[in-house]
């Protein structure tokens, strides 16, 4: 088993453990329940805060961290207006910020912490979201992958099962919301019957739905299972296009499971485990 990289960008082993065992399980982590995060009000522009909380840090230091400049070059840069926080333009001297607020620098999102990428197989019953009260989640089972704020790209419903990445690059989550160059998804798709070839023909070929184009990039029967076992790919973030594909053609899907997203496979990541991607993974994932 490879090493994976932490937020910090040290090889660790994922899971139980620390980097010095040899195990070479892959887990979820020890805690089974997402800890619950401080509400955050708005920032406004009334200069900088008295409060002591050791949640915020002066704004030039957090534009510092994110690796765009100095704190000298980020005081410049919030002197004439460059910086704004959760919308809003920011100019004093010594303004404090918490790490969960929203701050850009000429218009770009800046986060202060290195990217991390954990790539989870999901289990059934879980939602994807990062609300509360939600019941189960999937930020539930990577609530021990790291300290980073991290959110799951794209969506599998709470019944789907597979591959889910998380991340906190932007750049990363554009690659995969960009629907022309977007990155494939592989999923195994049970129906209730049999899948008829003119209609596999069908979606291969592309058709409309109320005017629009409904398109996959590949589906075929998978070999030496029934004809109701169906590999499909798609770019889409979302698997509600499998839904209404199948709705549409009188077919209900029994199963859905996300066997594979670009290259990143569910090999040794058992269900309901996650992982780290390691240097060569996130390297090739770039390059998709």
């Given at each position: 088993m490879s090493r994976n990289q932490d937020s910090k960008g040290k090889g660790k082993t994922s899971g139980r453990g620390n980097a010095n065992t040899k195990s070479k399980s892959f887990a979820r982590g020890n805690a089974p329940f997402k800890k619950k995060s401080t509400p955050t009000k708005s920032v406004e522009n009334k200069?900088?805060?008295?409060?002591?909380?050791?949640?915020?840090?002066?704004?030039?230091?957090?534009?510092?961290?994110?690796?765009?400049?100095?704190?000298?070059?980020?005081?410049?840069?919030?002197?004439?207006?460059?910086?704004?926080?959760?919308?809003?333009?920011?100019?004093?001297?010594?303004?404090?910020?918490?790490?969960?607020?929203?701050?850009?620098?000429?218009?770009?999102?800046?986060?202060?912490?290195?990217?991390?990428?954990?790539l989870l197989n999901k289990p059934k019953g879980f939602a994807t979201t990062t609300a509360e009260g939600k019941g189960r989640t999937v930020m539930d089972l990577v609530a021990n992958a790291t300290n980073a704020n991290i959110k799951p790209i794209g969506r599998l419903g709470r019944n789907s099962v597979g591959l889910l990445l998380f991340t906190n690059d932007d750049t990363v989550v554009q690659k995969f919301t960009n629907s022309k160059n977007g990155v494939a998804r592989l999923f195994q798709i049970e129906l209730d019957k049999n899948l008829k070839y003119e209609d596999l023909k069908k979606i291969q070929e592309g058709f409309k739905i109320d005017g629009k184009l409904v398109a996959v990039e590949e589906i075929s029967y998978i070999q030496d299972e029934s004809k109701n076992q169906i590999g499909i790919k798609i770019k889409n973030t979302g698997n509600t296009i499998l839904r209404t594909i199948f709705d549409h053609l009188n077919y209900d899907i029994v199963r859905i499971d996300c066997v594979a997203i670009g290259h990143l496979t569910k090999k040794d990541i058992p269900r309901g485990h996650w992982k780290h991607l390691t240097e060569q993974e996130l390297n090739t994932l770039k390059m998709i």
């Amino acid at each position: 088993m490879s090493r994976n990289q932490d937020s910090k960008g040290k090889g660790k082993t994922s899971g139980r453990g620390n980097a010095n065992t040899k195990s070479k399980s892959f887990a979820r982590g020890n805690a089974p329940f997402k800890k619950k995060s401080t509400p955050t009000k708005s920032v406004e522009n009334k200069g900088p805060k008295k409060t002591g909380n050791s949640d915020e840090i002066r704004l030039n230091k957090y534009i510092a961290n994110s690796g765009i400049c100095s704190r000298r070059e980020a005081d410049e840069n919030i002197a004439i207006g460059l910086v704004t926080v959760n919308g809003k333009i920011v100019t004093e001297m010594g303004y404090k910020v918490k790490r969960t607020d929203e701050v850009k620098f000429d218009g770009q999102r800046l986060i202060p912490e290195a990217k991390v990428y954990v790539l989870l197989n999901k289990p059934k019953g879980f939602a994807t979201t990062t609300a509360e009260g939600k019941g189960r989640t999937v930020m539930d089972l990577v609530a021990n992958a790291t300290n980073a704020n991290i959110k799951p790209i794209g969506r599998l419903g709470r019944n789907s099962v597979g591959l889910l990445l998380f991340t906190n690059d932007d750049t990363v989550v554009q690659k995969f919301t960009n629907s022309k160059n977007g990155v494939a998804r592989l999923f195994q798709i049970e129906l209730d019957k049999n899948l008829k070839y003119e209609d596999l023909k069908k979606i291969q070929e592309g058709f409309k739905i109320d005017g629009k184009l409904v398109a996959v990039e590949e589906i075929s029967y998978i070999q030496d299972e029934s004809k109701n076992q169906i590999g499909i790919k798609i770019k889409n973030t979302g698997n509600t296009i499998l839904r209404t594909i199948f709705d549409h053609l009188n077919y209900d899907i029994v199963r859905i499971d996300c066997v594979a997203i670009g290259h990143l496979t569910k090999k040794d990541i058992p269900r309901g485990h996650w992982k780290h991607l390691t240097e060569q993974e996130l390297n090739t994932l770039k390059m998709i």
